[in-house]
């Protein structure tokens, strides 16, 4: 294959892995007007994809089957189960990636345009990240401006949570294993950073979310009042949404009285809808809290294993070695999700780790000699 040809070929296994991302998560998302979204963004990333078949096939190179990679693979199968939120944070970030690349390709005369569509992408995708409304949500939300949303970034807060929990308690356990020589205060040290940052972490994390769900279930039962207060305004914010979606005034009309002789039913579409929330999923703090004590704790336990075994030097040399080996692992994973580079995700986190745990041994050190 030719350079070129080898560019063009690329571009089409990235326009194809684009398009069935988009499609998974279209079959997955909950929301009408979302998954619509997620279809539209499939079908230019089709579009994107012929253009550069039409040009390998010109060129006389042989197309290859079409499979979605492990990486579009794995984020459709978390989507799955964590929902479209969780893994919105790493499809806004490879978007960002794909407009960059066609605009290093100014050689090709499609890369402008093409630059161009995926930073259109981008802000589709950033303003669903934002929870910002789109369509007749906009319109709506300037008259009702209590109307707030916007979740997401699960897979990011797990991975650095434990990031933060592994850096943490080596620096902590590190830096008095610099001053001191006794395994046991090591150890002590290493399980009271352990539980203390993990149940901070945990507090946190539950405060956030159930201050979240408190202003989402606000917005909930005011969305109910004015069901109950002001139907026909309400009657006339579903209309617009559906003449948004297509619909004649008529229809659309027809279509919104009717669903208000249920106001339950009505409130459901409205919040959904309007609102762009899930009633039956506004969050559990307690299952937040959980999740960040446990991530945070497991990180934190692997430095402090060494010195269950070993004292000293080799202790020590263990403690960094074991947290280099995962956090390279975490590293890697994080790139490997948002479409860079592994190495260099991988590469960031051990290098930033080791200055952090290096500075607090080094202060160990002096602070050791200085009391002896």
Not at 23 to 50: C, Q, T
Not at 55 to 69: I, Y
Request: glycine share 10%; proline share 4%.
């Amino acid at each position: 294959m030719q350079p070129r040809t080898d560019l063009w070929f690329q571009n089409l296994m990235d326009e194809r892995d684009g398009a069935a991302l988009y499609e998974g998560l279209a079959k997955v998302e909950r929301d009408p007007e979302r998954a619509r979204a997620y279809r539209e963004l499939a079908s230019a990333e089709r579009r994107h994809a012929e253009i550069w078949a039409r040009k390998l096939e010109k060129a006389g190179a042989a197309l290859p089957p079409e499979r979605p990679s492990s990486r579009i693979r794995v984020l459709i199968w978390l989507a799955r189960r964590l929902g479209t939120a969780a893994v919105l944070p790493l499809v806004l970030e490879n978007e960002g990636n794909d407009a960059e690349k066609y605009l290093q390709q100014g050689s090709e005369a499609e890369a402008p345009a093409l630059a161009d569509e995926e930073r259109a992408h981008h802000t589709v995708l950033a303003g669903m990240g934002r929870g910002q409304p789109q369509g007749a949500r906009a319109l709506i939300a300037q008259r009702e401006r209590w109307h707030r949303g916007g979740r997401g970034g699960a897979i990011r807060a797990a991975v650095f949570g434990m990031n933060d929990g592994l850096v943490s308690n080596l620096s902590l356990v590190l830096g008095v294993a610099g001053a001191v020589q006794d395994p046991r205060t090591i150890l002590v040290t290493g399980f009271a950073g352990l539980i203390a940052g993990a149940s901070s972490m945990a507090a946190g994390e539950y405060t956030s979310v159930a201050s979240q769900r408190d202003i989402l279930a606000r917005q909930v039962a005011m969305e109910r009042r004015e069901v109950e207060e002001a139907p026909e305004e309400e009657a006339a914010e579903l209309a617009l949404i559906f003449k948004q979606k297509g619909l004649s005034t008529e229809q659309a009309s027809r279509t919104a009285t009717e669903i208000l002789k249920n106001p339950e039913q009505a409130l459901d579409t409205l919040v959904r809808e309007e609102l762009g929330l899930d009633p039956d999923d506004l969050g559990s703090p307690v299952e937040a809290a959980v999740s960040s004590f446990v991530m945070f704790a497991l990180g934190a336990l692997v430095p402090v294993l060494p010195f269950l075994f070993l004292r000293g030097a080799s202790a020590a040399l263990l403690s960094s070695g074991l947290a280099g080996l995962v956090l390279c692992g975490v590293g890697a994973l994080v790139g490997f999700l948002s479409g860079t580079s592994p190495v260099r995700s991988a590469a960031r986190m051990v290098g930033l780790a080791a200055v952090a745990a290096a500075i607090t041994y080094g202060v160990g050190r002096l602070f050791g000699a200085a009391v002896s």
